[in-house]
């Protein structure tokens, strides 16, 4: 059984705290781990994202449509 906490995040939705773009990343915390959330476009704040991929204390995401 895999119990890693990266792989079950794929694929997790949330609304962003505030906005994020490639040169800027954002933060969000989960199960008390802060996450550093990039992507390679623009996002508003408060969009909804869903995470496309995840690595040790980043996820990288992507608009939710």
């Given at each position: 059984?895999?119990?890693?906490?990266?792989?079950?995040?794929?694929?997790?939705?949330?609304?962003?705290?505030?906005?994020?773009?490639?040169?800027?990343?954002?933060?969000?915390?989960?199960?008390?781990?802060?996450?550093?959330?990039?992507?390679?476009?623009a996002?508003?704040k408060?969009?909804?994202?869903?995470?496309?991929?995840?690595?040790?204390?980043?996820?990288?995401?992507?608009?939710?449509?």
């Amino acid at each position: 059984k895999d119990t890693n906490v990266e792989v079950g995040l794929v694929g997790h939705q949330f609304q962003l705290e505030k906005g994020i773009s490639p040169d800027e990343p954002g933060e969000y915390v989960y199960s008390g781990i802060s996450w550093k959330v990039v992507s390679d476009q623009a996002i508003a704040k408060a969009a909804h994202v869903k995470v496309a991929k995840a690595n040790v204390g980043q996820l990288t995401v992507k608009p939710d449509e």
